[in-house]
């Protein structure tokens, strides 16, 4: 059935008269022997190979006198418009042989695995699994891959190279590991997530222009994870990952290189993201909203988690549900240039520590970003620089920081301070303000002082002016005063201020005796 020509160094495999070179369930070997020496190998025109597996590789032979593995090469695979091949199991180019280069090509298999150098262009893969893998590089254009099966899209092993102008619909994860640096260029990739997928080991991916989106394939939200130094980045293009949770980590065997996700110039919406990382856990994370990106997501998650319980005297495990609350729990978030907007909902709050586990969340905004956040900003560090926030109310907890540079603007219902904390405005910032709250450190009574010099220093009658000296004051057990504002930023506090509960007793006490006066006239 296949004519396998040897001419010089070149075998050719042709389908003679239109027929497919049928192997069944065979295994296929491509690759040179002792006797022919290194070849090459063409693939023509509407040639079709079909088999169980189909291996192009080189020949290994054991020389005993150096006691090592010589091999003769496959020096080239070439692929022509309209050829095929296929395979009921795995379809492999093995480490080692020469570069592979295949036009207008099919390929169908239960996986596909690119061991060796790729130049492809117009081609069309049908595989569960498909790999590029072993340090391969590759070029490929116009790629239409489907999946059949959930294995995914693999990138393992310093493979290197650009996908362009391709579509690419990936069932199951995207993997880009062991150091691979891959750029997907121009091309729409749809991942339908039902297993975790990640950007880890030192390697970086690139989507630069086009659309990228995945969505969720069962109940379960899937997670798509950069951690370990390795960095993602979205550049011109358009980004949907609202089916899964985004996540980035701290490694402690990448201590020095921050796990690093960056958002140029794109549209990005995402779900619940797990900003995760830990002072001694290594670098922290980074991700970069610039060059006028909007950014949609959260950074809040409840869901309801399984807790089992012992019960000593009768012996028995009970498994009781409780809702457990997700926040940011340490890692930097950059937002730079002009138009570029950060729109957070649910709040953007940092985690309590946990055991050994210290967090330090950070917002940096500058040069024209601005950062939306429906709820309570409560982080680390807050610096805007030229930049604006707009949040429900802004927290600035002890030991904790905010500063305020340049023509910046700052939007909120209320700006709570802790004793402790320090808060630095410039005289050229917009505050709109509505209230401030000081909370001291220890409690207070009425008539207790304290001088806003200690948070606020020069800015004091700034922030002042800004909330019209609307001011209340309160301690670590909730309760609360209206605080008098004398000069110099001393402020005093006055009246208590009840809690809900008694505005709800006494309003509903003067409901009361108004109902009793009705009746009585």
Known sequence: EIAQCLVGSEMCIRDRYSRVNDFGSDTVYYRPSAETGPISITVEENAAIKAGYVIFGRYSQYNSETHATDYIDLTSVE??????VSATNDITFQN????????????EASNVYFKSPLVSSNDVINAGGLYYQNGGNLSVQNLTLTQSSSAGLYFDSNATGSISDSSLGVSGRLYVQGGSNINIVNSTT?????????????????????????SQAG??????????????????????MSGVRLQTGTDSSFKDKSAAITIDNSTFKTGFIDLYGYTSGGAMSVINIINGSN???????SQEEPDVIFDPETGDYEVIYKTVNYYARGGTINVSGANTVFNVSEGFIQAENSADQVYITVLNISDGGKANINGALDVSSVAIDNGSVSADSIVVSSGRNMSVTGASAVETNMLSVHEGSTVSVDEAATLDIAKLEVILSSDIAEGTEFNLNDIFGDATSVVL?????????????????????????????????????????????????????????
């Open 465 to 521: 002016s800004a909330v019209e000296n609307n001011v209340i004051m309160g301690d670590s057990g909730g309760n609360l005063f209206e605080a008098i504002v004398s000069e110099g930023g001393v402020i005093t506090a006055g009246a208590a201020i009840p809690e809900p509960a008694a505005y709800a007793a006494i309003f509903g006490a003067l409901a009361f005796a108004f109902s009793a006066w009705r009746k009585r006239k």
């Open 96 to 107: 080692g042989i020469g570069p592979v280069t295949s036009t207008g090509a099919t390929y």
């Open 219 to 240: 109940e379960e939200i899937q997670g798509f994870s950069v951690k370990q130094g390795s960095t993602l980045e979205f550049k011109n293009a358009d980004v949907d």
């Open 79 to 84: 692929f022509k418009s309209g050829s095929s």
């Open 190 to 214: 749809t991942l339908v997530s039902s297993s975790m997928s990640q950007v880890v080991g030192g390697s970086s991916l690139v989507v630069d222009g086009g659309k990228f989106s995945v």
């Open 295 to 301: 950014f949609t997501g959260s950074f809040f998650k």
